[in-house]
């Protein structure tokens, strides 16, 4: 009762104070890049600048009203699973210590972590996708934006608002009670035949509350259709400049409605399909859906097509049979590869700090750079270096997936089923298979270990004499560029996620204080010298 708020109020105060301090600089940001990017027409333009003002106004609301939800939901939830998770220690000293010390110490400082990481996405990563706009060249395979059509996204975009919001509130309402009692149904039955939550003796605590808490987990998933859509809707004007169809874009508004009305009915396992109509809304593929192969034969290919055209996701907690807390340790998390991603970077670190070829005054521009842009060796370099080893590594023992350290395999049967992963998991594989396809010998690899490292920095790359060999084949050569400049955007992508950012930044520093322990320093001087660097 007393941490859950505080922790609460610090969430909610300090999103809300980064939401309202950068709005002004958010919306500079935006206007200056709308005028300068060359990826919109004129028309397009036009239509962006009509739609800002309710764009941002819809900014401003939406996230107010989430992080104050998310700050109560955090303040409620987080000391009770904390204080559970405590039961899973086996020593009763150490039950009691981490029953106190994770509800209290522990819930305050996560509620710091999530404002610290809210506050970098806004800050650091809304910037550089902007800038990625700002200097992206045009597409010349996109036919042009039409005034004619301006004035058709406009109104799409506010009927789908129109439409969207109250019919999708009204069906999450109408199938509540359904989902209430199907969930309660559904944790009832794993508590008496103990399965899914109920099978560990820890867990019992955790999945007892998950009952008694199941109404709220209901109300939360309706807010949550209603948020979705917002973004659905509006997604309207994008399906008319896609289509270049008024009337494509007032089905595809149409349609929406049927499709979450069967997206609700098939997790509730109520009847198929949906009543309400659903028109075509697409016309043709989109020209710009990717599709590309690799291999050198037709039994060989890997495509992968791009799922960036797809509407919004929506969102909807499973009603499916639970599984068991031994069943789902044994699935790769998240948080697992991050971890891992991280501590290789750390050891990668280290190994170029020892061969001196990266320098400590290439860490110190690192921290002292107000993005990675400004001190890509260590920014980009470091990381693309550390994920080229993994590739290598994974090739070399004939992995089907991606090894990590200690053995960590991720593969199809194991990695996390989340669509964050999803983005970049076949990438990485199709990656792969391409260095693989390609044979790259020892000198070459080298080169491509250079390349990834220092970029463009011509300087650098003669200075470090690893063993590599410079491709006569113009052929050859273009592909370990191509490969190189795949790398960095999967790297630039990722630095752009929450956390990232943060957690980099703690392997950036203990890299530092390895470098001043290497040469003689104590711990406490270079604890001193990082905290004279730290820019927020």
Known sequence: LLVGPIAGLILIIGNV??????????????????????????????????????????????????????????????????????????????????????????????????????????????????????????????????????????????????????????????????????????????????????????????????????????????????????????????????????????????????????????WLYLREGSILPKPQYRKKKLSHSSEFTIGGNHSGEIKISSILTEAPAMLMPSLSASRSVRETLQEVKMVQVWENMMRLCEMRGKELLDANVIMPADLYDWLRAKNSNEAAIVGFGLPCYSFLQTLFSSIKVGSDGVLLLDDFEINNLNRPQDRLLDWFFQPVMVLKEQIKVIELGEGESRFLEKVVLFGSDTQRLEAWQNGSLVPQDALRAAQIQGISRRMIGMIRSVSKFPTYRRRYRQIVKALVIYCIEKEGSNRSIAMRSIASLEVV
């Open 17 to 266: 104070g980064v939401i309202l301090g950068l709005f002004p600089s958010h919306v500079a940001w935006t206007v200056y890049t709308l005028v300068k990017t060359n990826r919109f027409d004129a028309p397009l333009k036009v239509a962006f600048f009509f739609a800002l003002p309710a764009l941002f106004g819809i900014w401003l609301g939406l996230s107010i009203a989430a992080s104050v939800l998310v700050g109560v939901g955090y303040g409620f939830f987080t000391p009770w699973v904390s204080a559970f998770e405590a039961f899973r220690h086996d020593n009763e000293s150490k039950k009691f210590f981490h029953c106190i010390v994770d509800g209290t110490w522990g819930t305050v400082k996560g509620s710091c972590t999530v404002v610290r990481d809210f506050a970098d996405i806004c800050y650091h990563s809304y910037p550089l996708y902007l800038k990625e706009l700002r200097e992206s060249p045009s597409l010349d395979g996109v036919q042009p934006l039409r005034f004619v059509h301006v004035p058709g996204c406009i109104i799409v975009g506010l009927m789908g608002l129109v439409v969207e919001i109250p019919l999708y509130t009204a069906i999450a309402i109408v199938k509540s009670p359904y989902m209430l009692f199907k969930g309660w149904c559904r944790l009832i039955h794993d508590l008496v035949s103990r399965e899914g939550p109920f099978l560990e003796m820890a867990c019992i605590p955790i999945a007892g509350l998950t009952i008694l808490m199941w109404p709220i987990v209901v109300i939360g998933s309706i807010i949550m259709a209603i948020f979705s859509s917002f973004f659905i809707g509006l997604y309207g004007s994008v399906i008319v400049y896609q289509e270049r169809s008024f009337r494509r874009g007032v089905a595809y508004v149409i349609a929406m409605v049927a499709e979450f009305d069967e997206y609700t009915n098939d």
